[in-house]
């Protein structure tokens, strides 16, 4: 075997485990199931630009649309093929009964230049009908509507016209479902063709906005009037289409969406393509409720009992059981066929394959190793560049011919410090995998990030014969992050803020009161000046008094000033019980406005934990202003708030917020936390999702539990550093 034959086999077998440890990276896919009412395609062109929109914004995912009837929804939210879902509202409501799917948005539409989230239907005879008045005046008159299964296409009007003395079902003397499009309902009532036809609200008018009809010739029935809504309407206002999602989806990349959605603008392409005008905080959707349940749309039937089954279908259940065992039966002498089959020509076969296996695993890995989106670089024991794969030279910018016989040094950026080489070389010469992330420098000058690992590759001899490099470029996700963490930290300040906005009575009256009292003796200090009577001794004790009122002042300015300032997040080494007393100091204000007690019952020794100290202090101020305000609103009797910190016996450090109040009723604590739930009339639902992103981005949980005295616990823990032991008595 020449030398030639031997340097291509070890280059085949260095590049063999460069793609076995290298993987391509691949966006996680999320599906979002939209209810298909105008067919397949048109949905898909419509909502379509709307995925692309949410993968632009939220790096990392690639959203996919499914068209699907009301059936293949239920079935596809069944088998959990969905993470999404985009219906209409009742068969929201149907969904969200059977299979938990939560709202998360509300679709926004426009018309005669207002924006709204809601959604009507009309119920229109031509104008020269003058037999027909009222709804009552449609017993024994025909009427068309798109299908039975539509909210807006016949939903609405059935309810409106069973509360105004009409069953469809009964009184009419013919009812037609004729789907879409809805054009040809009104086309139908125009011509003659049926007395009266619904519709949803605005299909009248987008015709007459194209020409197609004179809305002059058709007059609506039982119009409503609802301000902010310029539509014809015949029916009540109930909300507009929700996004949901259901039971496998996470909340952060919920909540990443309905940022997403809740920002979006009004002229947006996305908005534009899907004929919409952005996205609502969900709307309450209690009215689509009543209507489902008072139509029966999602009538609980009786499920048959086991016995009833076989009772019933016995002659079935006997013939599948017989073919059960027939095929049973195949199924075995099939299967030892095949052993014999293979016993026999195993040797054969064998032999056969190695030789094929051979020649197809040139082939196969060296178009893998030029093909593969990972970057693949192959240098000499001694650091020098043998190799380098096409994605190589389209990410470094480098071409194969001016790296080859170089050294990686080339790409080094000067980032990172030469304890960062030491350490991969340190660990390269013992035969061991070094894995990190790189920033390097491409040929135009320009960083990049990459994720790195390097693999000694041994002869038989224990030496190194190669280092083989697989790296992914993860400039833009590492880019995405950074600006996903600084979007973070500035909700956390504005939170912060926010939370000053609200306490601003309590602030004021608290700084008010050492102001006054340096006036109080400011003035009487003049006084006794310009009476003559006046010693040393009583200016001193008086300007003592201003001298401590104005600390006392200065003190309450210095922690609000800590508590809402805009850098960025730090993590050093903090006493847990030092960041409660803080926050407590800044509560207390607002709990003696509200005649509630604070008491602390802090662990005697300093609880140390790596953390950010103002993100830590948010959360615990937040936990307790929640509890002042429950005990506040329920007009408790024994208005206490108890704030005690400890060590957990796994030596995590904890601290529990515990009030007084009325309590909560905790069924879904997942709900309790999520983005957009509040108890609070006016709240926004983001402070307990605030808190708790903030606990579990320091390694902790968050939880609630209620208390054998009828009040809510709240209680997060931070793990325990290297620097604080634990002790007997936590």
Request: hydrophobic share 40%.
């Amino acid at each position: 075997m020449n030398t030639a034959s031997v340097r291509r086999r070890r280059l085949v077998a260095a590049i063999t485990l460069a793609v076995l440890i290298s993987s391509a990276a691949a966006n996680t896919e999320v599906v979002i199931g939209v209810l298909a009412v105008h067919g397949s395609q048109r949905t898909l062109a419509r909502w379509q630009p709307t995925a692309d929109y949410l993968a632009q914004k939220i790096s990392g995912y690639r959203f996919v649309v499914r068209a699907l009837s009301a059936d293949g929804l239920q079935q596809a939210v069944n088998a959990g093929k969905l993470d999404f879902v985009l219906t209409d509202p009742s068969n929201y409501i149907v969904l969200r009964r059977r299979y938990g799917i939560s709202r998360i948005v509300t679709l926004r539409n426009r018309a005669g230049g207002q924006i709204y989230a809601k959604c009507g239907a009309v119920i229109f005879v031509r104008a020269d009908r003058r037999d027909i008045q009222h709804l009552r005046d449609l017993k024994g008159k025909s009427l068309m509507a798109v299908s039975g299964e539509s909210f807006g296409g016949f939903q609405l009007a059935w309810l409106t016209l069973l509360r105004h003395g009409v069953d469809p079902f009964r009184n009419l003397s013919r009812l037609m479902f004729n789907g879409y499009p809805e054009d040809d309902i009104v086309y139908a009532v125009g011509n003659g063709e049926i007395d009266a036809g619904t519709v949803p609200s605005g299909v009248l008018e987008s015709m007459a906005a194209q020409a197609k009809i004179d809305i002059t010739r058709f007059r609506v029935l039982n119009p409503r009037t609802t301000p902010g809504y310029p539509i014809r309407h015949s029916t009540p206002l109930y909300p507009d289409w929700p996004l949901s999602k259901t039971g496998n989806t996470s909340d952060e990349l919920t909540r990443k969406i309905a940022v997403a959605l809740l920002t979006m603008a009004q002229n947006d392409p996305a908005a534009q393509r899907g004929n919409y005008a952005g996205w609502a905080i969900p709307l309450d959707y209690g009215s689509v409720q009543r209507l489902v349940r008072e139509l029966r749309i999602d009538p609980t039937a009786e499920t048959p009992t086991l016995d009833q089954l076989v009772r019933a279908n016995w002659q079935w259940a006997a013939m599948a059981l017989v073919i059960v065992l027939f095929l049973l039966a195949i199924t075995v002498y099939v299967a030892r066929l095949n052993r014999r089959l293979k016993a026999s020509s195993a040797s054969l076969q064998r032999a056969l394959d190695e030789r094929r296996r051979a020649s197809a695993e040139m082939q196969k890995l060296s178009s893998a190793v030029e093909q593969t989106a990972d970057l693949v670089m192959i240098t000499s024991p001694n650091g020098v560049i043998e190799y380098v794969n096409p994605a190589f030279e389209r990410v470094t910018g480098y071409e194969r011919q001016l790296v080859v016989g170089a050294t990686p040094n080339l790409l080094k950026s000067g980032v990172h410090d030469s304890e960062f080489y030491a350490r991969l070389w340190h660990t390269l010469v013992r035969g061991e995998v070094f894995s990190a992330v790189f920033i390097n420098r491409r040929q135009d000058g320009a960083l990049y990030y990459e994720e790195k690992t390097i693999t000694p590759v041994l002869d038989s001899r224990g030496e190194v014969r190669y280092f083989v490099s697989t790296g992914k470029d993860i400039t833009d996700r590492t880019l995405a992050e950074q600006r996903a963490r600084q979007h973070e930290a500035e909700f956390a300040h504005v939170a912060r803020v926010s939370t000053m906005g609200e306490m601003a009575s309590a602030l004021a009256h608290e700084l008010n009161q050492p102001l006054a009292a340096i006036v109080n003796y400011a003035r009487g200090c003049t006084r006794r000046l310009r009476s003559g009577n006046v010693t040393p001794e009583d200016l001193m004790v008086l300007l003592t008094r201003i001298a401590e009122q104005g600390e006392r002042s200065g003190e309450i300015i210095r922690r609000l000033r800590n508590f809402m300032s805009k850098n960025e997040s730090n993590r050093t080494l903090a006493d847990l019980n030092e960041i409660v007393r803080e926050a407590a100091s800044l509560a207390n204000l607002e709990a003696r406005h509200r005649r509630v007690k604070l008491h602390l019952e802090l662990q005697p020794r300093a609880l140390m934990v790596l953390a950010d100290h103002i993100q830590i202090e948010q959360v615990v101020l937040n936990l307790v202003r929640n509890a002042i305000e429950a005990i506040h609103n329920a007009d408790s009797a024994r208005r206490q708030v108890t704030i005690r910190t400890a060590r957990t016996s796994s030596g995590a450090a904890s601290v529990c917020v515990h009030d007084t109040g009325p309590g909560l009723d905790i069924q879904d604590e997942e709900a309790l936390f999520g983005t957009f739930f509040s108890t609070k009339k006016d709240g926004m639902g983001m402070g307990l999702s605030i808190s708790r992103s903030i606990i579990e981005a320091h390694g902790g949980q968050l939880s609630v539990s209620e208390t054998s005295d009828a009040g809510t616990a709240f209680i997060f823990t931070l793990p325990r550093t290297s620097d604080d032991k634990p002790n007997d008595n936590g």
